[in-house]
């Protein structure tokens, strides 16, 4: 096939390092130079051994010293601290739930934000029993909005998003008591039972981590992603371009960075307005480029084609290439070092949101009733900027690959309508897939999903993986940081289907598609929890007897801890490369692994050799099948 070639992740260092010297010319620090001051890291807090909810405290677990000073055990502590972890990553993502449904709530005929999907919205209407006959778009809008930011708060019952899943897996979160309530409830209730004094049974704090997971998954991200689709239009397969060389040096370049598409969305829209185009011709440049970093870009690369200029890891990178007229952000995965580095070059570090301000940044707030002008202000901002580039400071490593993104549910369910020539008539389904799994021309799916982690060589994890599970017929679905290490690499290409075993290669011929789907940004792993639940019940089977698992190789933020216990409860099995501070007590250890397939038929694997992972979630995928006797 031509000349296509994936990236690899020497060149992609090679390039990397490039970058670091004129960041030594200019005296900027780096993740790479930070990490050698952090290791070796703390052992107490790498087992998860060290407890300071009180001040008593700071306790240590260690074999002298078995208990804290009020007694609790190290098991206690441990699971203490995992609940806490992921207490803190359903608030993070839920918060952003309730951003967008704030956003719908703001929606207008005539005003920055429209509903560009009313038919998702009247189908949420519908799910969710509100009357649709007759009613204004908008005000059926507003009324859902208010729903969803209820599901926040609700007084009784469980979220409302669980009706979507199998009756067997709602039967279990009602049997195991880990149907989540009100979504802020369960966040609470976590840390209530984290506080000194309450609970220190291990299989209680996990069971409530399972928990306050679904809330964020089923509840929290789930709202984040339906509204966000209402809002800026469900996503279908579009081209784009990823990597650094993404960024043009002739023109004004505007990173956004953050999660919340209300923000991105917006500084899209302006960044396209004629009459900033031609401001910014006004001052030397050729045109404006927008690229991404980290789950913003891949809300805006999935509902627009905006390139991706890297994931979590190449945040400071776009910095280093010295053409970056503004880096905007808005929450989460931001890192504070971005002040500090923007000082040492021409770079607007422009901070936006309440929730994330950090020192040596231009806070422009960023509101949903105000958001035309802050928008516009923003990007008025970076053009005004052009003209302080320092250019023998300019190096864009000129590296990019092609990549087809775009692959909501709705895009999956499409696209692979027609692959099968069999006695398939139902489309609209997932039984073209699940007949593709069955006849054994795919053997099974794999969610590949997070973040990145200097605990292993970036992105080398995530593209190893996938380029064995691709080579044994394993179909890819990818999200956040692990779509853009796949998009970077080249695997989202679709001349990447001769990376592939036979039968997934004539499977992406037949749909057009590559190998590897990129369904979202992080919240957007709620778009793989409604894949799952629609092919369990397309199939008759359980959630848990698919051939699917999910992987997080490189992971690193307590959102992806949230998202484990949500995936794991929901039934699929859990590979992670990168230990979740559990190791301190193999009680603990025990149960992710083992203890909670009694009560969710699925659990965790921790591997840390990559090539281990890539085995084990093979040989689980075949045991799966051999099961179901196909
Ligand atoms: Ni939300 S959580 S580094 S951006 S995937 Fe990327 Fe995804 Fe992890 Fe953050
Ligand atoms: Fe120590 Fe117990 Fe206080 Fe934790 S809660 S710091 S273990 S005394």
């Known amino acids: 096939m031509g000349n296509f070639k994936l990236t690899t992740v020497e060149e992609f260092e090679a390039a990397t390092n490039r970058l670091l010297e004129t960041g030594a010319k200019v005296g900027a620090d780096a993740w790479q130079l930070r990490v050698k001051n952090q290791t070796p890291h703390c052992k107490f807090g790498e087992q998860g051994v060290c407890c300071r909810i009180c001040s008593m405290g700071p306790c240590r677990i260690t074999p002298k010293a078995p208990r804290g000073i009020c007694g609790c055990d190290v098991h206690g502590i441990v699971a203490r601290n995992y609940l806490k972890f992921t207490a803190g990553g359903s608030a993070t993502h839920s918060d952003h739930g309730r951003e967008i449904c704030h956003t719908l709530y703001c929606s207008s005929p005539d005003g920055a934000y429209k509903v560009k999907d009313p038919e998702k919205l009247m189908k949420i209407a519908k799910e969710w029993g509100v009357e649709t006959e007759g009613k204004d778009i908008y005000d059926l809008a507003h009324e859902v909005a208010v729903l969803g930011l209820e599901e926040y708060g609700k007084v009784f019952g469980t979220q409302r998003f669980l009706k979507r899943a199998p009756k ?6 009602e049997r195991e008591e880990i149907a989540p309530r009100a979504i802020d409830r369960e966040v609470s209730c976590s840390l209530h039972m984290t506080h000194m004094g309450c609970s220190s049974l291990p299989e209680a704090l996990i069971r409530q981590s399972l928990r306050s997971g679904l809330s964020d998954g089923w509840g929290g991200s789930m709202a984040g992603t339906e509204f966000s689709d209402v809002l800026f239009g469900t996503p279908k397969p579009i081209d784009t371009e990823a990597n650094l060389g993404v960024m043009e040096v002739e023109n004004v370049n505007i990173v956004v960075h953050g999660h919340d598409p209300s923000l991105s969305e917006m500084i899209c829209e302006y960044a396209d307005d004629p009459e900033m185009i031609a401001y910014a011709k006004s001052k030397g440049a050729k045109g404006i480029t927008v690229s991404g970093v980290c789950c913003t870009s891949n809300e805006v690369a999935m509902r627009r084609g905006i390139p991706m200029a890297g994931n979590f890891l190449q945040q400071e990178n776009v910095v280093l290439t010295g053409a970056c007229e503004a880096i905007v952000v808005d929450v989460q995965c931001i890192f504070p070092a971005l002040g500090p580095l923007s000082k040492c070059f021409h770079t607007k570090f422009i901070t936006t949101s309440p929730i994330a301000q950090m020192p040596d940044s231009e806070f422009i707030r960023f509101n949903a009733e105000t958001a035309a002008e802050n928008a516009k202000a923003i990007v008025k901002a970076a053009i005004d900027n052009f003209e302080n580039r320092k250019p023998d400071l300019v190096y864009i490593p000129d ?49 590949m999903v997070g973040c990145n982690n200097p605990k292993i060589r970036p992105d080398s994890a995530h593209i190893e993986l996938m380029k064995k599970l691709i080579a044994n017929d394993v179909i890819i679905v990818a999200s956040g940081c692990s779509a853009q290490a796949a998009a970077k690499a080249g695997l989202m290409d679709k001349q990447a289907k001769d990376l592939c075993g036979a039968g997934l290669k004539r499977v992406c ?109 093979m040989a689980r995928i075949e045991e799966k099948r051999a099961a179901l006797g196909i």
Do not use: F
């Open 168 to 173: 067997h897996t709602q039967e279990i979160w």
């Open 399 to 447: 590296m990019k690959q092609k990549a087809t993104v775009g692959y909501s549910l709705e895009a999956i369910v499409k696209t692979l309508d027609g692959v099968t020539n069999s006695q398939v008539d139902e489309l609209g389904t997932t039984k073209p897939l699940i007949e593709c799994i069955t006849s054994g021309v795919i053997r099974g799916a794999v969610a």
């Open 509 to 617: 011929e037949l749909a057009d598609i590559p190998p590897v789907l990129h369904m979202g940004s992080c919240v957007d792993i709620s778009r793989m929890m409604n894949l799952v639940a629609e092919l369990a019940k397309d199939s008759g089977l359980n959630i848990s007897q698919l051939p699917v698992v999910g992987c997080a190789p490189e992971w690193m933020s307590e959102k992806a801890v949230s998202i484990g216990n949500y995936v794991v409860a929901t039934g699929i099995d859990t590979y992670l490369g990168v230990d979740p501070y559990v190791s301190g007590s193999d009680k603990v250890a025990e149960l992710l692994t083992s203890g909670i397939r009694d009560w969710v038929e699925a659990a965790y694997t921790v591997e840390k050799d990559i090539d281990k992972l890539g085995d084990a979630m």
